[in-house]
C-alpha cells in the first residue's frame, strides 16, 4: 500500500545487489512512495548482480561508483544532480564487506590491511558520501541520510569478527556529521539497527543460520525482514521523521532490549537436559539410583 510519502522527493540508493537485498526493498518502496532514484554499487557488484533489471522496474539510472573512491563518488553525485535536474532528498548507505571475514579470520587473528578494507568499505565510505554531498550542497534542506548498522556495534557477537568495529564507527560518523548538517542544512543523519538478514553479505557471517534462528526466538516481535526495514528506512526519509537525527534506531523485534525469552530459555533448557541425559546415560548405564 501507497500513502505517498515521498511523492515529489529524489534520493541516491547504494548496494542493491539482487532481491536479497535490503537496498533493493529501499529503493522499490521508494519509488511506491512517489520517489524519483538513481541506483549505484561498485562496477563489479553491478556485474555479479541483477541492479539492471532493478533500475528497469524503477525507472532509474545505475551509476557505477567504488564508495572509497572519493573521485567516484564526486561523479556520482554530479550525475545524480544531472538526473534530478538539481538537488535531492535522500540518501541510503547500504554498504558492507568484511575481507576478513570473507577468508575466514577470526578477531584474534586479524590481518590488519584486510581491517583497514573493511573500515574503509564498511564505514569509512559513509563519511565520504556525506562530505562529497555536503561539498557539492546537493541536498536539498530537510534531507535524510541513513546508513545500515547492526547491534554488534554495542554487544559482542560471535562471528561479526570486525564488521563489528566497522559498525560502531559508522555510528560515530552519523552522529558527528548529523550535528555538523543538521546545524547548517536541517539534514538528519541516522544509522538503522536491523536485525540479522540473511542478505548476500549477511550470510557471509560466521553461524548465521544460528544467529537468525537465536534472534527469532528472542524477539517478541520476530526478526525484521528486509521489506520490513525498508518500510522503516522510508519513514525515516519522509517529512514525517524531520526532527529525528543522530540516532541509532533499532529496528529488531524488540531483541535490543531482551535479556532472555521464554521461547530461547525453552530452547537452551531442552539442550541442557538432553546433555545432562547423555552424560548420565554414559557414566550410570544401569541408572543413577534417583526414583
Same mark, same amino acid.
Given at each position: ?86 538537488? !535531492? ?14 577468508? %575466514? ?9 584486510? *581491517?583497514?578494507?573493511? *573500515? ?11 562530505? #562529497? ?36 564507527? *559508522? ?5 558527528? !556529521? ?21 542478505t548476500t553479505a549477511g550470510n557471509g557471517v560466521l553461524g ?44 529488531? %523485534? ?24 547423555? #552424560? ?12
Amino acid at each position: 500500500m501507497s500513502y505517498n510519502l515521498l511523492k515529489g522527493k529524489k534520493g541516491l540508493v547504494f548496494g542493491a545487489l539482487n532481491e536479497q537485498s535490503i537496498a533493493w526493498k529501499v529503493a522499490e518502496r521508494a519509488v511506491e512512495e512517489g520517489a524519483e532514484i538513481v541506483l549505484t554499487n561498485t562496477p563489479v557488484s553491478i556485474r555479479m548482480g541483477t541492479i539492471d533489471r532493478l533500475a528497469e522496474k524503477c525507472g532509474a539510472i545505475v551509476v557505477p561508483a567504488d564508495a572509497t573512491s572519493v573521485t567516484d563518488l564526486e561523479n556520482l553525485i554530479d550525475r545524480a544532480m544531472e538526473q534530478f535536474g538539481g538537488k !535531492f532528498d535522500f540518501i541510503l548507505h547500504s554498504i558492507g564487506m568484511s575481507p576478513n571475514v570473507r577468508k %575466514g579470520r577470526t578477531y584474534d587473528d586479524l590481518d590488519y590491511d584486510y *581491517l583497514s578494507k573493511t *573500515l574503509d568499505i564498511s564505514a569509512i565510505s559513509f563519511h565520504k558520501v556525506i562530505q #562529497v554531498a555536503r561539498k557539492k550542497d546537493a541536498i536539498n534542506d530537510w534531507g535524510s541520510i541513513v546508513a545500515l548498522s547492526y547491534i554488534a556495534a554495542q554487544r559482542t557477537l560471535y562471528g561479526y569478527n570486525d564488521m563489528a568495529d566497522a559498525k560502531a564507527l *559508522l555510528e560515530s560518523i552519523a552522529r558527528s !556529521f548529523g550535528y555538523i548538517y543538521g546545524r547548517e542544512k536541517k539534514i538528519r543523519i541516522n544509522t538503522v539497527s536491523q536485525s540479522p538478514t540473511p542478505t548476500t553479505a549477511g550470510n557471509g557471517v560466521l553461524g548465521m543460520g544460528d544467529l537468525l534462528d537465536f534472534a527469532e526466538r528472542m524477539s517478541p516481535l520476530g526478526n525484521a525482514t528486509a521489506a520490513d526495514c525498508a518500510d522503516y528506512v522510508i519513514t525515516l526519509f519522509s517529512d514525517l521523521t524531520r526532527k529525528v537525527t543522530m540516532q541509532n534506531l533499532f529496528h529488531d %523485534g524488540g531483541f535490543s532490549s531482551m535479556g532472555m525469552s521464554r521461547r530461547a530459555m525453552r530452547t537452551y533448557g531442552k539442550g541442557l537436559n538432553a546433555k545432562f541425559d547423555d #552424560v548420565k546415560s554414559n557414566q550410570f548405564p544401569f541408572g543413577t539410583g534417583e526414583e
